[in-house]
């Protein structure tokens, strides 16, 4: 019974993570994160045998992880002293937390009960997210549960955005409850069931919209198409309906999402020029295939001054996780990280992935896809969902059958 509410307590937790992660204080991210380490350790403890064994079902990926890991902390060691110590540590310190978070939640994921546990709460908190936006993006903020600074000024009337300050971010959670919503719409056959879904999936889509992020609605749709390409190549007045409704909601519904893609992003902060920008700190043979440490970025950014940024350095985040990794860590260390997908992958095809648990494997997806033009990574709601759906897919002992 002890082992059940660890379980629980533990899933919870993952899906109450964004009223605490994504908000900009980080006395509330650091507290919230080891607490959830506390309770993860004491169910270790708890189950330490079974989990040990749990593990060394994984000695590919354990073994690829030991690389990297071994690699980022001679890395760090090794790294430019004009780089703050204090950078690594919090860079070192949450990769370290989110590689322990997800060994513990193969085992914790194992069981098909928890996974619907996980599934069905993290829709309606995203529900309650939702409405909790609406509220306040009618009533100017009126309701709202935690005034806090953000590192930027905004009002509650120009875009919902959840518990998140980023707009961006608190559209990649939607999106992974929206593509949940769309798979039990499609697998349900009970019409009270399928009314349900349609309107949660109604809502999830009105507020995705409304947040007017530009990547999302791009890979989101692009995912999309892709999965029914043949269906829609088919049925050509089906494709033609679901471009008229795409126009209808795209214009009716999100003017500040239309105001954005007009830019295209060659405004002065767009991700073009931070591209271009920020490819000048792969300046030498060392920055290129060692970069400047994990968690150099907030620091190096100060050695880029560009013209097409009006004489400003790069932002906080590259924009773009990929090459961020790379300047992080450069090309051997991004090597590294991909042989641990590597790794995921071999489980994958010898342990392929129950129907039900596909759900994951298509957020796993939309979060590369958006990782190519935002930072997703630094985002804890995030990674911890993407680790956790990760878990959810190569884990062995698991038999799913809704």
Known sequence: ????????????????????????????????????????????????????KCLLMYRRLLFSLSLLITYILSRSYLADSLVSIDDYIHGVLLFFLYVFVFLILLYVLNDDFFVRVFIFSSVFFCFLSCVYSFVNYYFMGAYEIFPINYPW?????????????????FSSYLALHIIIVTYFLTVEFCLKFKIFYTFLLIFFIFSFLFVGSRGSFIVLLSMVIIKNYKFLFVNKTVLVLAIFFTFILFFGTSFALFERFIDLGFNTNGRFVLYISGLSLFSNSDSILLGYGIGSFPHVIGMVKSDLLNGNAVWRHFHNDFLEVIQNLGLIGFFLVLLVLYQVYYYLKFNPV?????????????????????????????????????????????????
Request: proline fraction near 3%; charge should be neutral.
């Open 1 to 52: 019974m002890l082992d059940t509410y660890f379980r629980l307590t533990s899933v919870f937790l993952i899906v109450f993570s964004p009223v605490f992660f994504a908000l900009e204080t980080l006395f509330s991210q650091v507290i919230y994160f080891y607490f959830f380490i506390c309770i993860l350790i004491f169910f270790v403890l708890f189950n330490f045998e079974p989990f040990v």
């Open 153 to 169: 000024t905004f009002s509650w009337q120009d875009q919902i955005r959840g518990f998140f300050s980023y707009k961006n971010h």
């Open 354 to 402: 129950i129907q039900s648990a596909k759900v994951f494997l298509y957020f796993i997806i939309y979060f590369f896809l958006h990782s190519l033009i935002d930072f997703n990574y630094s985002s804890p709601v995030l990674s911890l969902y993407f680790i956790t759906s990760l878990a959810i897919i190569i884990s062995k002992d698991r038999y799913i059958d809704y």
